[in-house]
């Protein structure tokens, strides 16, 4: 089983500032997939990133897969009030395999 | 996309007791999976809920504990067995559906079922 590992755990910063989460593994991942979760929700799906060095842009959200395809970041530009929340990564746990793994968990909290 | 709904959303339980909980999807779907998440942490795989036959477990989760039913491509329900306060936790349903060229299928979650034991 493959595993994945998120930076920092727990972040709290303040309106306004950027921020980036990390996602890594030792192993090659074939596509890499970030969620948000807020409380008392399941997990949705924010984006997947397929190709090594492919950058994706959600609004002020930007996803990066890593070149090698064992790590992942996301970055926040001027964090608000609602970006808070958990932040997932997960990928498949063996290539092709439609099982995820999940990382821990990056727990966001922008204070207003 | 799908919509998945489960009940109840929330439950008070005491020790030794069993609870069933319900997933309903708004349209059919090959691959349904129970998750658990423990306070703060992230998302454990319990089992994949196959149509027609036995559940597929992962390790460190067995039949007898959580017994899984999908008797159709719509619906599965998860019983968590002889509960005990380590049982508490949110119980997640997910779905599979689509493809994502190249990658991966995409994959929703129900809004959870909150399970305290006490």
């Known amino acids: 089983t493959q595993l994945l590992e998120q930076s920092p755990q727990f972040l709290s910063i303040q309106e306004g500032e950027n921020l980036t989460v990390y996602c890594n593994s030792s192993?090659?991942?074939?596509?890499l997939q970030w969620y948000r979760q807020e409380p008392g929700e399941g997990p949705v799906l924010l984006v997947t990133v397929v190709t090594g060095g492919e950058v994706k842009k959600l609004k002020r959200l930007t996803f990066q897969f890593g070149d090698a395809r064992k790590d992942s970041s996301l970055h926040i530009t001027a964090a608000q009030p609602g970006d808070t929340g958990l932040y997932l990564c997960?990928?498949?746990?063996?290539?092709?395999?439609?099982?995820?793994?999940f990382g821990q968990g990056t727990r966001l909290t922008i204070n207003p | 996309s799908a919509v998945i709904s489960q009940k109840p959303s929330r439950d008070i339980c005491q020790r030794g007791t069993s609870l069933t909980i319900q997933c309903q999807v708004d349209?059919?779907?090959?691959?349904m999976f129970w998750y658990r998440q423990q306070p703060g942490q992230s998302l454990t795989l319990i089992a994949t809920?196959?149509?027609?036959?036995?559940?597929?477990?992962e390790s460190g989760f067995v039949i007898d504990k959580f017994p899984i039913s999908r008797p159709n491509l719509t619906f599965s329900t998860l019983t968590v067995s002889n509960m005990s306060p380590e049982d508490s936790s949110i119980y997640l349903c997910?779905?599979?559906?689509?493809?994502?060229?190249?990658?991966?299928?995409?994959?929703?979650f129900g809004p959870g079922t909150r399970l305290t034991v006490t």
């Open positions: 997960a990928g498949p746990q063996i290539q092709g395999a439609q099982k995820l793994v």
């Open positions: 192993s090659v991942f074939s596509s």
């Open positions: 349209s059919q779907v090959t691959m």
């Open positions: 997910s779905v599979q559906t689509g493809y994502l060229k190249g990658a991966l299928y995409e994959q929703y």
């Open positions: 809920a196959n149509q027609g036959s036995e559940a597929t477990y």
